[in-house]
T-cell receptor, first 109, second 115 residues
């Protein structure tokens, strides 16, 4: 079956760096998304990776290795407002979205 | 984990016709269901929020008469795109949330193409 794994919860300190991993096993691959979702709000698009490598966008970077079925989201200079759930989603060969359960990131002062 | 399904996964319809998309929570009761539209490689736009047994709450700019949402049971919500036009072609995603938490569980999406 198709599966996406990401940690359920992570804790980090304000100003630090945190890496949220996502591993996937899907029938085909047509891209990987990272979304940020604050409680009670709609998800916000963070990144889209379809080729291997690192994509940097401000404090957030996303990495993809298709051969390993692996991605990570790197958040630098953490701020309290970064406390949220981070969702990993993969588009499979049928262009269906397979969602991870999300990683709840808790930022402490 | 909680599973949400959508049917159909993809649909092609002619301009002017209506199409219904179903969203089902398979192993939990979704007190609230959300409907999103995904733009190519970009954000999810929240269209509406529906609570079981009551009328949906639409986001600003979303026509409620065009995008009919029904949340008749705790496991089923439907989105009907009425009088579809080519600009309605998009990827529609639903999510469900149980009453005990605010965590949303997302469906795989439905690709609508209007010709």
């Amino acid at each position: 079956g198709q599966n996406i794994d990401q940690p359920t919860e992570m804790t980090a300190t304000e100003g630090a760096i945190v890496q949220i991993n996502c591993t996937y096993q899907t029938s085909g691959f047509n891209g990987l998304f990272w979304y940020q979702q604050h409680a009670g709000e709609a998800p916000t698009f963070l990144s889209y990776n379809v080729l291997d490598g690192l994509e940097e966008k401000g404090r957030f970077s996303s990495f993809l290795s298709r051969s390993k079925g692996y991605s990570y989201l790197l958040l630098k200079e953490l701020q309290m407002k970064d406390s949220a759930s981070y969702l990993c989603a993969v588009t499979d060969s049928n262009y269906q979205l397979i969602w991870g359960a999300g990683t709840k990131l808790i930022i402490k002062p | 984990g909680a599973v949400v399904s959508q049917h159909p996964s993809r649909v092609i319809c002619k301009s002017g016709t209506s199409v219904k998309i179903e969203c089902r929570s398979l192993d939990f009761q979704a007190t609230t269901m959300f409907w999103y539209r995904q733009f190519p490689k970009k954000s999810l736009m929240l269209m509406a929020t529906s609570n079981e047994g009551s009328k949906a709450t639409y986001e600003q700019g979303v026509e409620k008469d065009k995008f009919l949402i029904n949340h008749a049971s705790l496991t089923l919500s439907t989105l009907t795109v009425t009088s579809a036009h080519p600009e309605d072609s998009s990827f529609y995603i639903c999510s469900g949330a149980g009453s005990s938490d605010y965590e949303q569980y997302f469906g795989p999406g439905t690709r609508l193409t209007v010709t």
